[in-house]
């Protein structure tokens, strides 16, 4: 463990933190996260994906656009111009499982871990929109920061041991 | 399984799904989430709440005006007028993680189900948010419909054995 | 005083209050606000009124715009499908001061007292945007809610002696 | 012509019109519109939905998309909770063309006419964003209502010789 | 034509592309496009200008507030702080047509096309949705990208018989 | 009075004014504004502070997040990445007020005014929306510029004697 919660002054109150005095660099961030499902329901996916693609390339769009408004839905993040956002999809047929990964660049100030898991939660949501209708005990899971480069605490990635 | 993927017509393209036929009724669903964190990270947390409030309390407000953008978010989603949403936590020390639950409600032709998981989500990715410089290896998980009630399909519970 | 913080349960938690068991009726709220400037900048606006309407009309079209997104702004506001919206302006040349009143109508189950006190607001920051080269001590004030008709609480007059 | 810009009133204000008086009916609308683009262009596009549907994929979200953000970009539109929302394409081989039809419904006190025609020009602006690398010089043509259906004023269809 | 569908890689997936590592400019672009509508229609919106400016006045402030949202309306946008945005109509009395002009700018890594092409569309949406009551037959047409300055790509103007 | 209205070209069209010009420094500023209830109300306020800090925390949020949605609010405010945001509460009990300060930063070409100042309103409307069931007389005033460093215009305090 690395530090305190910078969001929370010394009275308690909750602010965006101050960046302005660190230097700009890129930053990368890639998160994902996984939604089970029946074995029916995750057939009729992967047929979907083989024929027409739809659920996912739905899905897909939700997740890019849902890295744009970060800042609008976690009170705290910083406002981004982001330079690259990306989301894929690994189809797990023995798990019945989909795993949604967001890949997401910035050049600025402030990381960008935020904008990959809301990009991977908002493509998995989609998903479960638009399945509910054959499967509503569908549960997302493992949803979390795979790894991180740029900024002053340099690389993480879950894998390793330790921390940076 | 009760259905096919009713947002994907005979052609396979995306689309808002006809609800003008049914009839109002109201509406409720009950979404929950996980995230587990370190010890010293649920702790701050924790103590947090028994002084201040502050994560927990921003991460209320972060789920709740997120149900009423969930229209934006998931592209399908019919906008809702809701009439009722909240989000409470359930802090579970001996595990180190923390429960959101959202609840949401709307008299309307469709149900609330991506509203109340949108919520849970939201709250969810902002309690990370606000505690990532301590701690990056948080993961949500368990995030699922607990229950529904309303509209044609009448009542489900997660935990009940048989859909509906 | 009529009563308690309806947005706090009893366990202090925010939430957006259930509004489900309210009948529907037709709501009207009217609110308003002025900003003072200097006599210059002033005539500048009326000036501007008389031979393009710019400022003015840029004010309104925001306090309108901003009625509609109200929900967005104020964490535990239901959203609404407004049935009216408008933003008038009074200007007071004797003492250089700007009165932007705003109507919102709707029916629903709660009142539309936010939407016009934040569609008054938006038309008066807009000015002091579009003005705020020539003057930068513009003091906004007195923006309350004038009156409230429709719903349980019947109907309010800030000028009236009694609440209700 | 069948009447007077009901969003001017006396005085020349802007104004979201009052709809508090009408009574709610099923509202449909249809827009479409059409982007003509190179031969070598509209190949590409034809063949990516052969084979994995994607510029016409992202098009269709975009499209439904922006129909349920028309209040926000519309300044006099009011807020509707859409029932149904579908975009569509026809491809014009010959003449390298691409058409967008955007069909919405409503059961409320106003038409649907904007929510569709932003519908198809979201979608055909998202067909230009994703083929501008192969061709600047796209042109977006003949965006119109087709048809209209609900209401006082009854049916509408383009093609039609009279009004109404 | 110069090149192939950026915003699709080698497996069809959608995503935003990777501008990390184009270097910053100062990013012009100019779109136009009209709408034609009855005779009595344009008069009034020209008599409008002369007297109050409404309908245009309008339509321009949804120009220019859609040019900051197009990120959050075409999909792969991607996120700008623009520096300039602008919106100006010509009236063209002899054939009752309207042109829209938008310009916009920026100093970042991506053009800002979209932005111009989707200010342009919106102030002539909101002409229609304006003058809607008076006639339903209005068209939007030769929507297009008039220059772009900037950027790896050069100058590019649609009246130029070679691209770049 | 230092200058003319920079929104407004010399034809009267609104516009984004160009700052692409300019070049980007540190930028500060610093809005408040009171909002004034009955001593009842303002109890309630205050208890709930010392205890849970609700009504103050959820605006405080409230105000924290509409400093980054100042642009989609404010027409011709430039899109801006903030650097740090924040809002904090003052309460006056002899007089029964509140008062909101915000503080918002930003490296860019433009000031941050309006972010600020955005934010102040959006937080007393929030209490405003909080309390009103209490008490509808609650007043919003004194919303004003306190300070502002940085540009071209150096520093303004709103106490001092002269501008700059």
Chains 1, 2, 3, 4, 5, 6 share one sequence.
Do not use: W
Request: hydrophobic residues 40%; contains cysteine.
């Amino acid at each position: 463990m690395d530090g305190g919660f910078t969001h929370v002054d010394e009275n308690g109150n909750a602010r965006m933190v101050d960046v302005g005095g660190k230097s700009p660099s890129r930053r990368t961030a890639v998160a994902s996260g996984l939604i089970s499902m029946s074995a029916e329901c995750f057939a009729m996916v992967a047929e979907g994906r083989a024929k027409k693609g739809d659920v996912l390339g739905v899905a897909q769009v939700a997740g890019i656009m849902a890295t744009k408004r970060t800042g609008d839905l976690i009170p705290l993040c910083h406002p981004l111009c982001l330079t690259k956002s990306a989301v894929e999809f690994v189809l797990r047929p023995g798990e019945s499982r989909i795993e949604a990964r967001c890949t997401v660049e910035c050049e600025g100030k402030t990381g960008v871990e935020m904008e990959a898991l809301t990009g991977a939660a908002a493509a998995l949501l989609t998903i479960y929109d638009m399945c509910k209708a054959a499967d509503r005990r569908m549960v997302i899971s493992e949803l979390r920061l795979l790894e991180k480069r740029g900024g002053k605490s340099g690389e993480f990635r879950f894998e390793a041991g330790a921390d940076d």
